[in-house]
C-alpha cells in the first residue's frame, strides 16, 4: 500500500468517525438521514479501496446534498486528489462545494482557493489567473493570491503585470518594493535589446535602477548598452563596479572589459585597473585568475600573477607543476609548465558546470539570473572552481 493510499484509507476512517458521530447528534435532535449518510460513508470508502476513485466521489458529491457538516472531509479528499495528481477529480469536489450556495461565505471562499490551487496544479494558468484575482480582492487571500500570481506572470514572462502584483504585495507591508522588480525591467530592457529599441532599453534600465539601485545584472546591462553606443568609458564604469560589487563574476564581466579597452585602443589602462584593483582589492585575484584561465584572451602580466598565485594556492596543481618542471630549470622559469597547467583547466572547466543555485544546487553551464528548478533570483552564481575528480569516471 503506497503511503497516499494509506494515508486514503486513514481519512476515509476518521471521516467515516465523524460522520457517524456528527449523525448521532443529529439524530439526537431529528431522527431523519441517519442510517443514509452513515451507509454513504461505507459506500464511498468500499470505492476508494477497490480503486473506483469516481464511484466514491459520486458518492461524496450526493453526501453533501444530505449534510453540509461533511464538507470538511470534501476538502481533505480533494487536497488529497489534487497531491496525487488527480486535478480532475480534485476540481470536482472543489467545484461542488464552491457551488453551494446554502454553505457559509468563508466555505465557499475556501472553495474557490482550492480550486485556484488544482487550477494551478493542473498547468490551466487562464482558469487559476481569473479565480487568483477574484481571490486578490478578499482580505484573507490577498497576499496569497497576488504571490501565486507573480508565479504565473514569471512564467509567462509576462513582466509588467508581474511588477503590477509585486507593487501590490508592497502595499501590503513596510518592507517596500521587492529587489526582484530590478530583474523584470531588466527582462524587459534585454527584449528592447534584441528588438534594436536603445531608447527603450535606456527607459527600462533606468527603471530597473530606481527599483534597486544595487541591480548587478542592471550594471551589466548597463555597460552592454553603452557598448553599443560606442561610449566604452561609461561601459569600463559599470564594469568596473560590477566586479567590485561581486568578484565572483570575474569571468563574466572581464572579457568585454577588457575588449572595451581594447576598443579605446588602451590595453595598458586595463593592465593598469587590473593592477588597481588587485592592490586595493586583493579578493577580486582568484576570480582574474578564473576568468584568464577559461579565457584565452588575457595575456598582461596582472592576471598571469593572479593565475600563478592561484597555482600556487592549490596542492595539487603545485605537485603538479613540480613534476612537470624540467630537472635542470631554474624556479620561476615554470612559463610553459604553467602554460601546460592552464591548458588542462581550461578543458576541466569546460567539462564541468560553471554556474550553480546556492538555494537548491541547480547547477549547469548558464547563467539564470531566475533558477528554473527553485524559482530563485539571484541565488545562481559562477563556481570559479575546478572539480579535479569529475575527469575520472
Ligand atoms: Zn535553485
Keep these: ?62 453526501m453533501v446534498d444530505v449534510d453540509s457538516e461533511t464538507v470538511e472531509t470534501h476538502f481533505l479528499l480533494g487536497n488529497l486528489f489534487r497531491r496525487r495528481g488527480e486535478v ?28 485556484g490551487d488544482d487550477y494551478l496544479k493542473a498547468g490551466l494558468f ?15 487571500y490577498r497576499r496569497p493570491a497576488l ?11 509576462d513582466w509588467e503585470k508581474a511588477i503590477a502584483m509585486r507593487d501590490q504585495l508592497a502595499s501590503l507591508s513596510d518592507a517596500g518594493r521587492s529587489t526582484v522588480v530590478a530583474h523584470y525591467y531588466c527582462e524587459l530592457a534585454e527584449a528592447a535589446m ?19 539601485p544595487g541591480s548587478l545584472r542592471g550594471r551589466l546591462l548597463r555597460a552592454r548598452l553603452a557598448t553599443d553606443e560606442d561610449d566604452h568609458r561609461l561601459a ?7 566586479l567590485e560589487q561581486d568578484p565572483a563574476f570575474a569571468s563574466i564581466v572581464l572579457p568585454p572589459m577588457r575588449a572595451c579597452y581594447e576598443s579605446m ?40 600573477a593572479c593565475v600563478d598565485e592561484f ?28 602554460r601546460r597547467i592552464t591548458r588542462a583547466l581550461r578543458q576541466l572547466a569546460r567539462r564541468n558546470p560553471t554556474y550553480r543555485c546556492q538555494s537548491c544546487g541547480f547547477s549547469g553551464g548558464m547563467l539564470f539570473w531566475q533558477c528554473p528548478t527553485c524559482k530563485t533570483w539571484d541565488s545562481t552564481r559562477p563556481i570559479a572552481r575546478f572539480q579535479f575528480d569529475a575527469t575520472i569516471s
Design 1 to 62: 500500500m503506497t503511503p497516499d493510499s494509506a494515508l486514503l484509507l486513514l481519512l476515509l476512517f476518521a471521516a467515516a468517525g465523524a460522520g457517524w458521530f456528527t449523525a448521532r447528534m443529529t439524530a439526537q435532535r431529528e431522527s431523519t438521514g441517519v442510517a443514509d449518510a452513515n451507509s454513504d460513508y461505507l459506500e464511498g470508502l468500499n470505492f476508494l479501496l477497490n480503486e473506483q476513485p469516481d464511484k466514491a466521489i459520486e458518492v461524496f458529491l450526493r
Design 88 to 115: 480532475n477529480r480534485a476540481i470536482r469536489l472543489h467545484q461542488n462545494i464552491y457551488d453551494r450556495g446554502d454553505l457559509p461565505k468563508t466555505q465557499r471562499n475556501r472553495a474557490l482557493k482550492a480550486l
Design 126 to 140: 487562464d482558469r487559476a489567473e481569473e479565480i487568483l484575482h477574484e481571490l486578490s480582492g478578499k482580505t484573507e
Design 147 to 157: 504571490e501565486q500570481l507573480v508565479g504565473i506572470y514569471e512564467q509567462e514572462k
Design 194 to 212: 534584441d528588438a534594436g529599441d536603445r531608447a527603450e532599453v535606456a527607459e527600462q534600465l533606468r527603471r530597473a535602477r530606481a527599483a534597486d
Design 236 to 242: 569600463v564604469r559599470m564594469y568596473r563596479q560590477a
Design 265 to 304: 585602443g588602451d590595453l595598458a589602462g586595463f593592465e593598469q585597473l587590473l593592477s588597481e584593483m588587485v592592490e586595493s582589492r586583493p579578493g577580486v585575484k582568484p576570480g582574474i585568475a578564473y576568468a584568464a584561465i577559461v579565457d584565452e584572451g588575457f595575456d598582461d602580466p596582472v592576471t598571469a
Design 311 to 338: 597555482i600556487d594556492g592549490n596542492p595539487i596543481l603545485t605537485d603538479l607543476l613540480e613534476i612537470l618542471r624540467p630537472p635542470d630549470a631554474d624556479p620561476g622559469t615554470e612559463t610553459d609548465s604553467i
